[in-house]
T-cell receptor, first 113, second 115 residues
């Protein structure tokens, strides 16, 4: 069975400072990993995905994530936070067939002026 | 807009009533998924279709819940005899079967409130 842990339920950063949202996964085989963002009253939007190609994945809006198999981690980073980044972020693991999406509990990112 | 659409966006109903939600996937996508998301939680899988066939159902999907995708295009999710515990956001996603490369694209959701 697969599972996802997001270590922080809430992260608060100042505008212009780096963002780090942590994600650890458990899977019995090489997983696909995703980060989705959910703004209030909006649908889930795909930020980036890892599917066994390059371990450093670049996504939209300046976000990137690095797959580290030895640490079973897929942390999301951004060099400089913007006010518009304030949202809920979900780390997701799926099985090799791409069907079984398991979501983490989410991390709420607040960006302070 | 060629993304996933869901209707209605909001639904308020009284306990015991039936409700039906609709999802229109991205047109070329052959897979369609339903999730439920309660406040402060990540989405939880309910069921999915490959074309018109319903291939998997979560244990969360009690016998009051039924989903259909009659022609392999849009899907409906019906909840009979609603309970207050059914209050949640119901999300639909669609994808094209690409194995490990598959990515699900989500609709805006239908927020259900059962009074």
């Amino acid at each position: 069975a697969q599972s996802v842990t997001q270590l922080d339920s809430h992260v608060s950063v100042s505008e212009g400072t780096p963002v780090l949202l942590r994600c650890n996964y458990s899977s019995s085989y090489s997983p696909s990993l995703f980060w989705y963002v959910q703004h209030p009253n909006k649908g889930l939007q795909l930020l980036l995905k890892y599917t066994s190609a390059a371990t450093l994945v670049k996504g939209i809006n300046g976000f990137e994530a690095e797959f580290k198999k030895s640490e079973t981690s897929f942390h999301l980073t951004k060099p400089s936070a913007h006010m518009s980044d304030a949202a809920e972020y979900f780390c997701v693991v799926s099985d090799r067939n791409g069907q079984n999406f398991v979501f983490g509990p989410g991390t709420r990112l607040s960006v302070l002026p | 807009d060629t993304g996933v659409s869901q209707n209605p966006r909001h639904k308020i109903t009284k306990r015991g009533q039936n409700v039906t939600f609709r999802c229109d996937p991205i047109s070329e996508h052959n897979r369609l998924y339903w999730y439920r998301q309660t406040l402060g939680q990540g989405p939880e899988f309910l069921t999915y279709f490959q074309n018109e066939a319903q291939l998997e159902k979560s244990r969360l999907l009690s016998d009051r819940f039924s989903a259909e995708r009659p022609k392999g295009s849009f899907s409906t999710l019906e909840i009979q005899r609603t309970e207050q515990g059914d209050s949640a956001m119901y999300l639909c996603a669609s994808s094209f079967d690409r194995g490990a490369q598959e990515t699900q694209y989500f609709g805006p959701g239908t927020r259900l409130l059962v009074l």
